[in-house]
């Protein structure tokens, strides 16, 4: 069965501070994707990869860097936390239209 | 936006009943997803619907979609406690396979037994 799991599972982190979220599938998908997702919102798209060492922004790139250092593995790095990333972040990974998505990850920042 | 400005909709009903939520959209697609969540978890895809259907069937789930109006449904028939969750509606970025989904604000459903 597809599985996409992520880590940590929920954080709590201080403004200013260094946060990575890492997310690890055994799919053999070539796409993933960093999504967050805001009380009384939908999901939204941070960045996304379709091959590894490379990544692409998203609709909401800002204060956001993406890593994909092989297929298996795809990163989330907040170099300075705000309190505006407070959320909750799933990764995904794709095969033809379906996405599967891991359980998330909770950020708290403050 | 891809999809219209609605708000997170909420809707509370009894096991058994059945519903019925709307989503609409702006731009040119091929493919319509709903995706659901429950608490606590990731999205999963429950039913997919292409441009050349007008209604997709998956157990007591049925999809539709109008091109024309460019909007789509998902109804529930017969809803278990089980169905509860948020319901997203998602499409991909035109013109680009790759770039990922765009998801509405969701239906948030509620069954009580």
């Known amino acids: 069965e597809a599985a996409v799991t992520q880590s940590p599972r929920s954080k709590v982190a201080v403004t200013g501070g260094k946060v990575t979220l890492s997310c690890h599938q055994t799919n053999n998908h070539d796409y993933m994707y960093w999504y967050r997702q805001d009380t009384g919102h939908g999901l939204r798209l941070i960045h996304y990869s379709y091959v590894a060492d490379s990544t692409e922004k998203g609709d909401i790139p800002d204060g956001y860097k993406a890593s994909r250092p092989s297929q298996e593995n795809f990163s989330l790095i907040l170099e300075l936390a705000s309190l505006s990333q407070t959320a909750v972040y799933f990764c995904?990974?794709?095969?033809?239209?379906?996405?599967?998505f891991g359980p998330g990850t909770r950020l708290t920042v403050l | 936006s891809q999809w219209g400005e609605e708000n997170l909709q909420a809707l509370s009903i009894q096991e058994g009943e059945d519903v019925t939520m709307n989503c609409s959209y702006k731009?040119?697609?091929?493919?319509v997803q709903w995706y659901r969540q429950k608490s606590g978890k990731g999205p999963a895809l429950i039913i997919l619907i292409r441009s050349n259907e007008r209604e997709k069937r998956s157990g007591r789930l049925r999809a539709t979609l109008d091109t024309s109006s460019q909007s789509s449904s998902l109804s529930i028939t017969g809803t278990l406690a089980t169905d509860t969750a948020v319901y997203f509606c998602?499409?991909?970025?035109?013109?680009?396979?790759?770039?990922?989904?765009?998801f509405g604000l969701g239906t948030r459903v509620s069954v009580f037994p």
């Open positions: 995904a990974s794709r095969t033809g239209n379906e996405q599967y």
């Open positions: 731009t040119y697609t091929t493919v």
């Open positions: 998602a499409t991909d970025a035109p013109n680009n396979y790759a770039q990922g989904l765009t």
